[in-house]
């Protein structure tokens, strides 16, 4: 597969299609169960606040993992994203209730690279919250 999008069609300044990913206990406990990441901080609220968490948190993984999301659904195939890099900023609470917690992501093209390639800066945030900083993908377009 090849991205969808043509590197000729793109100019910095693009915005991506922007995603909200819905965040539940139940998704931490698939998604530990994937992972092989059993850490109580991301099931456990007793023992998360235990060690000064405000609540049971989410992944780091995880939500980078949904953060990139925008960039896939955009280029229109994962395997276009060639660098990808985050630094974790602040934690997505996940409370134990029916709505859980909720990942806000857009992106834009922030450059044109060499041999069709684009970065993408993103912003990720959750309860007002930016929760990824340095946020960015390298993607090689059509």
């Known amino acids: ?78 395997g276009a994203v060639v660098e990808y890099g985050v630094r974790f900023t602040k934690p997505v609470v996940v409370p134990n209730d029916d709505k859980g917690a909720v990942i806000e992501v857009s992106g834009k093209v922030a450059a044109k690279l060499d041999d069709n390639t684009v970065r993408v800066d993103l912003i990720a945030t959750s309860a007002g919250q930016k929760v990824l900083g340095m946020s960015r993908a390298v993607v090689r377009l059509a």
């Open 1 to 78: 597969m090849t991205a969808k999008i043509s590197y000729a069609d793109v100019e910095v300044g693009t915005e991506l299609p922007p995603g909200t990913f819905p965040v539940t206990r139940a998704t931490l406990v698939q998604y530990a169960g994937a992972s092989g990441d059993f850490n109580p901080i991301h099931w456990n609220e007793k023992f998360a606040v235990e060690v000064g968490l405000p609540d049971v948190i989410a992944h780091g993984m995880f939500t980078m993992a949904e953060a990139v999301r925008v960039v896939t659904d955009w280029a229109g195939d994962p």
